[in-house]
């Protein structure tokens, strides 16, 4: 099995760009796809980047997702950030056997 | 549009049985994946396991494995998650989730329930 990492919280100001990491601890990153999920405050979680980099409709394109090879880590990035963006955001990958959740970064626009 | 429905909140006692439900609309429910995932007060999306309802083939995480059944009924499009004994460590909500599948096969969650919230206190 493997993990995946995410710092615990993150913060930056409206309208300005942030991004949340998510380091594979075993196996490449490349090797399954990365999903990322937001979970607002008393809501369930919704999809906003599936299969390393693609949005579900509905999603702005101020979000967006990519991996690195070198550091072995997926990344989402918001751009323009919104008090509506203040939210917990977990990755998740997967192998042949299990589904792999990363501990959650707590987003707050300040 | 794809939906999943859930059971509302559960209050119960130490030692007490339940069932909780996730209801499919809008897809094919035999056809895809359905999973639960369980989010402590406080914490993070842990895996518990998931199902395969056109033949109810089941795949729980280790760390669940034994802790709580998941099955399913595609004649009424409903997965269930279920606990024999309930223990105060059990008080979470409970997501269930459908999931996608990927050019090679595998599945990852994707659409989302709105939880269930089980509460065990004496």
């Known amino acids: 099995n493997f993990r995946l990492t995410q710092p615990h919280s993150v913060s930056e100001f409206p309208g300005k760009t942030v991004t949340i990491s998510c380091t594979r601890s075993?196996?490449?990153?490349?090797?399954?796809?990365v999903q990322w999920y937001q979970q607002r405050p008393g809501s369930s979680p919704t999809t906003v980047i599936y299969?390393?980099?693609?949005?579900p409709s509905g999603v702005p394109d101020r979000f967006s997702g990519s991996i690195d090879s070198s550091s072995n880590s997926a990344s989402l990035t918001i751009s323009g950030l919104k008090t509506e963006d203040e939210a917990d955001y977990y990755c998740?990958?997967?192998?042949?056997?299990?589904?792999?959740f990363g501990g959650g970064t707590k987003l707050t626009v300040l | 549009e794809v939906q999943l429905v859930q059971s509302g909140a559960e209050v119960k006692k130490p030692g007490e049985s339940l069932k909780i439900s996730c209801k499919g609309f809008g897809y094919s429910f035999a056809r895809y994946w359905i999973g639960w995932v369980r989010q402590m007060p406080g914490k993070g999306l842990e895996w518990m396991g998931i199902?395969?309802?056109?033949?109810?083939?089941?795949r729980y995480s280790p760390s669940f494995q034994g802790q709580a059944t998941i099955s399913a009924d595609k004649s009424v499009t409903t997965a269930y998650l279920q606990w024999s004994s309930l223990k105060a460590s059990d008080t979470a909500i409970y997501y269930c989730?459908?999931?996608?599948?990927?050019?090679?096969?595998?599945?990852?969650?994707?659409?989302w329930g709105q939880g269930t919230l089980v509460t065990v206190s004496s």
């Open positions: 075993s196996g490449s990153i490349g090797s399954n796809y």
């Open positions: 199902i395969y309802p056109g033949d109810s083939d089941t």
């Open positions: 989730a459908r999931l996608n599948y990927d050019t090679s096969g595998y599945f990852y969650f994707y659409y």
């Open positions: 998740q990958s997967y192998d042949s056997s299990n589904q792999v």
């Open positions: 299969e390393d980099n693609q949005r």
